[in-house]
């Protein structure tokens, strides 16, 4: 990690030698970093990887983290993720170019990833440290924490605490539902004659990017497409609940579970996807194009239908819709669910969405900035910094609730690229670091929504949720398995499945597809798959197992 010099440098080292203070981290203290800090104050930079692709931040040190500095002495010095997630994590850990602490996804190959980095010794155990930081031991207690994620990733290390996990809802309320979906820019709906209400079936959502691709649509000269989503084909698969019941593990009717890879539904699945490449129903790039080239093909309005959760369509689309009064994109459907009953709520596993290291690359005096910053932002206060900027500039407490400044309200709902707002410091990736989620039950809501957007999130959720949701507490199959014997040997074939089934969509034929997922299925029962299986079911008798999902 690159040791950062201040302008009292010398005096730092005077201070070292006189005082004998061993200093082992990212930076020097002093007078501060760059001499700017209170004298007589220790102050570091610590370097942060936000591991969510497409996530970027300010031009410069913004307001609010001049106010983190203020507060905990800290600066920041963030890395953000282009590409997967999965490789940074492993990436970072294989060739020691380590942050001074890592955030990322609670679950997949990259919670496995930092798993793996746990049990290696490449994080800080914070456990006898715990007791003089109430807020993170809150947001690791175990009554705060799903239990099968509490279980394999919190307390799985015989005592030792090396993850903290960020956003889980601390009430009910606090929930977030994405509203994940796909959704039809509204003024092509009507183009094409088609009401969105009406797509409800496999095939009634086959006819419909048909007719778009039938009706020759253009922008600006280059064609649209009926089907797009955003980097890394995020999520243009969410259409897979179609086909199977959306989890990854799925019911096999005798009181056990077996991976939705080994389905008939996960075969449907796959040639329908290869159907609509085949048939130029889906952008071809949506599997391998960057965050800024979808945003740039939403903005040119050339994606007639987007898979994705809400928010993110809504603010990618705001450009456009502001230009194009009535191309707003509203929802799809609902679409039917394979195997599960039609007035069934929808099932969603809200918990929390980030889970949080220090790395070894920390060490000494530097572990203790780095868990005074992360425990100051897991507290109210810093909670509602990183969500709504500086009290006293960006907005207020007014009858005992925060209320935005109408003057900084104004300048954000014109910020179609948010780019203003990541300047004051909101939405840089500090929010994926304040504990548990209370934006509801002690935060007062989101201040900064506009009525028109909450007004079309109402309408979505109306359509989208007719039987309202059922919050997932259940055991997930995909956290047991971890733990079988086979896993290690078993997990390299696992990770190979999304890439299988692309793969496989992009075949020049059905029995070439189906030969690619076949060959794998052979290659995971090899690598010790039925055997890892028999120890996650007989590990799951008598549990609650999650076995139907919607994405959110």
């Known amino acids: 990690m690159k040791r950062i010099w201040s302008k009292g440098v010398s005096a730092l080292l005077v201070s070292i030698m006189v005082g004998g203070l061993l200093i082992s981290c990212t930076n020097s203290s002093g007078n501060g970093d760059n001499g700017e800090g209170a004298e007589g104050e220790n102050s570091y930079k610590l370097k942060i990887l936000h591991n969510w692709n497409g996530s970027n931040g300010s031009d410069a040190i913004t307001p609010v983290e001049e106010v983190i500095k203020e507060k905990t002495g800290v600066t920041l010095e963030w890395e953000y993720t282009k590409g997967s997630e999965t ?22 190959g990259e919670l496995d990833g930092i798993i793996k980095a746990a049990k290696e010794g490449q994080l800080v155990d914070i456990s006898d440290k715990l007791k003089d930081y109430p807020n993170l031991s809150k947001s690791i207690a175990e009554e705060n924490v799903p239990p099968a994620l509490y279980e394999k990733a919190i307390d799985a290390y015989d005592g030792k605490k090396y993850l903290l996990l960020q956003n889980q809802p601390a009430t009910n309320e606090d929930g977030m539902d994405w509203l994940y979906g796909f959704y039809v820019r509204k003024d092509i709906a009507e183009k094409v004659g088609v009401d969105p209400q009406s797509v409800v079936t496999k095939e009634d959502f086959y006819n419909f990017l048909k007719k778009i691709k039938d009706a020759n649509l253009q922008e600006n000269g280059q064609p649209v497409f009926p089907l797009g989503g955003f980097s890394n084909g995020w999520a ?54 960057t965050d800024p080239i979808a945003k740039e093909k939403i903005n040119q309005g050339r994606i007639a239908i987007l898979a994705a959760h809400y928010p993110a369509i809504l603010d990618a689309s705001k450009e456009y819709v502001s230009s194009h009064p009535g191309s ?122 506009e009525q028109e957007r ?99």
């Not at 020691?96 to 679950?107: F, H, R, S």
């Not at 300048?411 to 989620?437: A, C, Q, V, Y």
Request: glycine share 10%.
């Open 328 to 449: 707003d994109y509203i929802p799809l459907g609902p679409l039917e669910r394979a195997d599960v009953e039609p007035d069934r709520p929808v099932d969603l596993g809200i918990q929390g969405n980030n889970v949080t290291a220090i790395t070894k690359n920390c060490k000494g005096a530097c572990v203790d900035a780095a868990l005074k910053f992360l425990d100051f932002m897991a507290s109210d206060e810093g909670f509602m910094l990183a969500r709504y900027g500086v009290q006293g500039v960006h907005w207020d407490m007014k009858d005992g609730k925060p209320v935005a400044n109408q003057e900084w309200f104004d300048k954000f709902s014109t910020d179609t690229n948010m780019k203003l707002r990541k300047n004051e410091g909101i939405s840089i990736g500090l929010e994926s670091l304040t504990g548990l989620d209370r934006i509801n039950s002690a935060a007062g809501g989101d201040i900064w929504a």
């Open 236 to 289: 243009v698969g969410i259409g897979n609940t179609m086909f199977y019941s959306g989890a990854s593990y799925v019911d096999k009717g005798d009181g056990t579970v077996e991976h939705n890879f080994f389905t008939k539904g996960y075969e449907e699945y796959t040639l329908f996807y290869r159907k609509l490449v085949e048939e130029g129903l889906m952008d071809p790039e949506a599997f391998t194009q």
């Open 454 to 552: 909450l007004e079309a999130m109402e309408n979505a959720r109306k359509i989208l949720r007719p039987n309202g949701i059922h919050v997932i507490t259940a055991y997930n199959p995909g956290d047991v398995i971890t733990k079988a014997p086979e896993w290690e040997m078993l997990k390299p074939s696992m990770d190979r499945m999304g890439d299988a089934w692309k793969e496989a969509v992009f075949a020049k034929s059905d029995e070439a597809a189906m030969s690619i997922i076949n060959e794998l299925r052979e290659q995971l029962r090899k690598t010790g798959y039925e055997k890892a299986m028999q120890f996650t079911n007989e590990n799951l008798k008598g549990k609650d197992v999650v076995t139907v999902q919607m994405p959110n």
């Open 87 to 108: 490789e940074k994590v492993n990436q970072i850990f294989a060739t020691q170019d380590l942050p001074d602490i890592y955030t990322g996804p609670a679950w997949g």
